[in-house]
Structures are given as C-alpha cells and as structure tokens.
C-alpha cells in the first residue's frame, strides 16, 4: 500500500463548476498537508497547505482535512482552464520529507 | 529572482558518464531536500539537508548517488556511472526549519536524460 494515494485521473469537470480531489494517506502520525500544482513539464508549485482538522479557503481554493479518516482534499471553485494541471497532495510527518502521491490529472473544459 | 534555482535545467549524457547537478535554495532556508521525478509519478524523496548536515536519505538513493551541502547553502548532486534508469527530473526544495513542518519551495529542475 502506498504511503499517500490519489487518483490519477484524468478528472475532467466543465468550467465554471467545482473541481474535487481527494488524497489518503496512511501514517496516523503525519502532521502537515500540502497541496501542489505541477504543468506539464514544469516543476511542482505549492497552492495550499493545511495543519489542523477542518476547512482552509485561499481564493477559489479549499483545503478540508479530516485525521481522524486520514483523508485531505482540495476543492477548487469556479474552475478555469489554466486550473488543467496534475495537483499532488503531500504529506509531512514529524517534520521531516514529504512524502507524495502519485498526483491526480485535472482537465477543466471551455 | 529569490526563488530556488537549480542548474543546469537540462543535461544529455551518455551511459556511464558522471554528471553533477546544483542547487541555490531561497536564502534564509536552511532545509534543502532533492527529489527524482519520472513521468506519471509523483516526487520520490532522495535526501535533505539541514544547514550543512545530510540528515536523512532514501533507501532509493544508490552508491551511485552523493549529495553536498558544504556550507549550508547551496547543494550538489553528483551521479555516477549513469545508467538509462536514472533519466528523470531531479528536483531541489528547500524550507525553513522552525521546529515544526513549514512549506517546502521546489526549484525548476534539472531534466536528465541518459542515453
């Protein structure tokens, strides 16, 4: 089993609509979240990043954390085209590397 | 520019030359992780550094593999002997270390390419 798991898609919503990407991951220990957004060819960028149970909203972006199911998502509103990307959700525990899944593929449609 | 830079940004050699890669991280982090991509994958974890000391590397990472951080600036990434699998996308990140996890910073990339 994989240390952080997401789909790797593709995920292909209308724009305008809302995205949502899911990630879990296994170490119960694991204490900060992260969110990054890669384009083809381009290294990963961070967008988001969340420490504690709940919701985090920056802009179009929600970041929800549950510990308790092991479980982090990424919500992203009013979806534009330049939001087609792979998002990787990445997982720190006690402050050492993150750890990443395999990304999830995003495809927003005119 | 004060973000992380990484050189060169892309790098063809031949099958069992060596090739040394470097990083400049943001200037008042003294965390710097390098981690190797391929295509499809999300990043997997090579090594970091904090301040000049390697704390941690992966099982991953072969005799092949050595990485500096001689002053706790910048950081080196030496491969050697390479081999066709090592053709990826080898990223440099680095955070500040305030005794908890912050934001880590990827440069980027240096795009390998072994033939």
């Known amino acids: 089993q994989k240390e952080v798991e997401q789909n790797s898609g593709p995920l292909s919503v209308p724009e305008g609509a809302i995205a949502s990407l899911n990630c879990t991951y296994s170490d119960r220990g694991s204490q900060s979240f992260f969110w990054y957004r890669q384009y083809s060819g381009k290294s990963p960028e961070l967008i988001m990043s969340?420490?504690?149970?709940g919701d985090k909203e920056d802009g179009r972006f929600t970041a929800q954390l549950n510990k308790a199911s092991q479980y982090v998502s990424l919500l992203i509103r009013d979806s534009q085209p330049s939001d087609s990307a792979t998002y990787l959700c990445a997982v720190n525990n006690a402050g050492n590397m993150l750890t990443f899944g395999g990304g999830t593929r995003l495809m927003v449609k005119p | 520019d004060t973000g992380v830079s990484q050189n060169p940004r892309h790098k063809i050699t031949k099958r069992g030359q060596n090739v040394t890669f470097r990083c400049d991280p943001i200037?008042?982090?003294?965390?710097l992780y390098w981690y190797r991509q391929t295509l499809g994958q999300g990043p997997e974890f090579l090594t970091y550094?904090?301040?000049?000391?390697?704390?941690?590397k992966s099982r991953l990472l072969s005799d092949r593999f050595s990485a500096e951080r001689p002053k706790g600036s910048f950081s080196t990434l030496e491969i050697q002997r390479t081999e066709q699998g090592d053709s990826a996308m080898y990223l440099c990140?680095?955070?500040?270390?305030?005794?908890?996890?912050?934001?880590?910073?990827f440069g980027q990339g240096t795009r390998l390419t072994v033939v």
């Open positions: 969340i420490y504690s149970n």
């Open positions: 550094f904090q301040n000049e000391a390697q704390l941690e």
């Open positions: 990140a680095s955070s500040p270390w305030t005794g908890a996890a912050t934001e880590a910073f």
């Open positions: 200037s008042e982090h003294n965390r």
